[in-house]
């Protein structure tokens, strides 16, 4: 007959200064630098996230303030009871030059929603980065009105983004254009894409340096495809009108903003 063996018994006492001798685990080298490099990519997606989808939305509001408040000093910002409906398209005044980073203007893009956003001069970091304005005129460029070529350069992403949605403006839509003289109103003729080296989309005649100007042009630059600056997407425009600024806002913007 078979005798089972009785279990051996160990005493809670000795279990627990057991478990006491047993050595704690220690941090490697190669678990704290994991650990170090899954909270470095948490907070890099955490920054990205915030690039994308709060940034521009944030400093884009700050950009669009600003610009109201600077549109309505430059002048009335409803139509005049007496002002015509059509706009003019006789010879229309030509801005004249300010200072290197200077606030001159606003640029109203119903295509693009309640898009305001003050242009100054000069395309330094200092005005495209700036919470106060956001769009940079090319100096040297045409002033609004003048023969020639009126460039402006803007975000597509990050500072604001004001032009994140370039691409999507369609033939015929209008682009005003809004000094302390008068308001300019382009109209939008088609985009194109080329390299950062394409020096030529800004010069008097767009693509064409060598030809006098016999027109006035609205040339719209930035960088293309999102988040590079690989390449360039530019949109261009022609003079269709103007108003003087004692008439207020032209009636067709104002319906515009009313619907957009």
Do not use: K
Not at 79 to 105: I, W
Not at 165 to 193: C, K, P
Not at 210 to 228: F, I, K, M, Q
Not at 232 to 239: C, G, K, Q, S
């Amino acid at each position: 007959m078979l005798m089972q063996s009785t279990p051996r018994i160990v005493p809670v006492a000795r279990q627990h200064r057991a478990d006491r001798r047993r050595p704690a685990r220690r941090a490697t080298v190669a678990s704290v630098l994991g650990e170090l490099l899954l909270t470095a990519g948490v907070l890099a997606l955490g920054y990205a996230g915030w690039q994308i989808w709060l940034s521009d939305a944030v400093l884009g509001g700050e950009q669009q303030q600003a610009a109201r408040v600077f549109a309505a000093q430059l002048g009335p910002m409803e139509p005049a009871p007496t002002a015509g409906v059509e706009l003019r398209t006789d010879e229309p005044p030509v801005e004249t030059a300010v200072a290197e980073g200077e606030s001159f203007a606003v640029m109203h893009i119903p295509r693009l929603g309640q898009f305001q956003r003050v242009i100054g001069e000069g395309t330094g970091r200092d005005v495209l980065d700036s919470l106060e304005q956001g769009l940079a005129h090319y100096s040297g460029a045409a002033q609004p009105g003048e023969l020639g070529n009126f460039a402006v350069a803007g975000h597509r992403n990050g500072q604001g983004g004001p032009f994140t949605h370039l691409d999507e403006m369609r033939v015929g839509d209008r682009i005003t254009v809004q000094t302390a003289s008068a308001w300019y109103v382009y109209e939008f003729r088609n985009h194109e894409y080329v390299p950062p080296t394409a020096v030529g989309v800004v010069a008097a005649v767009p693509q064409q340096p060598s030809v006098p100007a016999d027109g006035r042009y609205l040339t719209l630059t930035t960088c293309n495809p999102e988040w590079s600056a690989a390449g360039r997407l530019v949109a261009y425009a022609t003079l269709v009108g103007w108003q003087s600024a004692a008439d207020g806002m032209p009636r067709e913007l104002a319906d515009a903003l009313g619907a957009a």
